[in-house]
């Protein structure tokens, strides 16, 4: 029984021993791969070609951030509404119509514009979304208003 056992051993070590030699083939055989210099190529003419596509491409997504804007004062409409049909007027409090604001992109949040409500009374109300980022650059930050009828409109066009 020993004797097989150190057969067996015995022929785990030669097996061992084969694969280790083809080991030291594989790696001692030259990887083809591409240059530093090919590579660096390659991210240079991907960065054209992103600087050549921002530029059109920057309307669309001022556009795709701007239906946050309306998202947030649609929403902000409904609960003014529901708000004074409990009590027959407008509130200028998020809280008191439940409306809770997301964290604005410079405070570490994701949301682009600030929301709040300008005036609030008996029979009407007013509510603005100005952008805290400049999405194209300019200077002009985009701003949306919405009332008490859900005029939805874009006063500042970015």
């Known amino acids: ?22 080991l030291i083939g594989i790696i001692s055989k030259k990887a083809q791969a591409f240059s ?28 795709a951030k701007s239906t946050e804007a309306q998202v947030q004062l649609n929403h902000l409409y409904t609960l003014e509404k529901s708000y004074f049909y409990m009590k027959s007027k407008y509130s200028t409090s998020f809280d008191d119509v439940g409306y809770e604001h997301a964290k604005l992109v410079t405070e570490g949040g994701n949301a682009n514009y600030k929301v709040e409500i300008i005036e ?24 949306w208003e919405i009332d008490h009828e859900q005029n939805l409109v874009q006063t500042i066009k970015d």
């Open 1 to 22: 029984m020993k004797q097989h056992y150190l057969f067996r051993k015995g022929r785990q070590n030669i097996l061992n021993m084969k694969n280790k030699s083809s």
């Open 36 to 63: 530093l210099t090919e590579l660096l190529v390659v991210l240079v003419i991907i960065g054209i070609l992103v600087l050549l596509a921002l530029p059109v491409l920057m309307p669309l997504i001022s556009k």
């Open 120 to 143: 609030a009374g008996i029979n009407a109300f007013k509510a603005k979304a100005t952008a805290v980022v400049d999405f194209d650059g300019d200077g002009i930050f985009d701003v």
